[in-house]
């Protein structure tokens, strides 16, 4: 009866989250910009990996994020998996991290990860997963959710829907343009804004 309460509760979410996010493309209002929640743009929040261990997204500090929030409901969320996995072992040495947020139940997140096989770290969180994205001064509409972010914590791009190839294709290439010095921070957003 709680799962299907909590299912109920999920569908009446999602449909919410359509409307709204309906609304802020409408308004052309969809932005990675923090709105002062955030002290100078530095993403970090803390979670529990898959162990029960808290992890900060600070420790990965030096490195670019792609932190990804997901659900084991989610459709879009479990079709980019794959990718995201491909991602982090094809960039491991390029100073490219993925980070899985789930927004889930742990034990559904804890046996979905046997069969996933993650390669990347995966958090944990339900509601404060949703908590730490919106005090990260963006507002969470929906999954998957994905943040860009640079080595030194800044926030690049929020990107609200499925990950696809040629996306990650053009953040690999803004993430190097960044690395190397030929982009700073708003040529990166520039560079990612309609992603």
């Not at 493309?25 to 929040?45: H, R, T, V, Y």
């Not at 949703?130 to 929020?158: C, W």
């Amino acid at each position: 009866m709680k799962k299907a309460l909590s299912i109920a509760l999920v569908m009446i979410a999602i449909a919410a989250a359509g409307y709204l996010l309906q609304y802020h493309l409408d308004k052309s209002e969809l932005s990675p910009e923090p709105n002062g929640q955030l002290a100078d743009g530095i993403i970090d929040f803390t979670l529990p990996d898959l162990d029960g261990n808290p992890r900060a997204l600070s420790e990965w500090r030096g490195r670019a994020l792609l932190v990804n929030f997901w659900a084991t409901w989610c459709a879009p969320c479990r079709r980019e998996i794959p990718l995201l996995k491909e991602t982090q072992a094809m960039q491991a040495d390029n100073k490219l991290q993925v980070i899985g947020i789930a927004v889930d139940y742990p034990e559904d997140v804890l046996a979905y990860a046997v069969d996933a096989q993650f390669n990347y770290p995966i958090l944990i969180g339900q509601e404060d997963a949703m908590a730490a994205a919106e005090a990260s001064g963006i507002e969470f509409i929906g999954m998957p959710f994905t943040l860009v972010v640079a080595a030194d914590g800044q926030l690049i791009k929020a990107h609200i829907g499925e990950i696809v190839a040629e996306h990650i294709e053009r953040i690999i290439t803004v993430i190097a343009g960044l690395d190397s010095g030929e982009l700073d921070l708003d040529a990166a957003k520039s560079a990612l804004s309609d992603l």
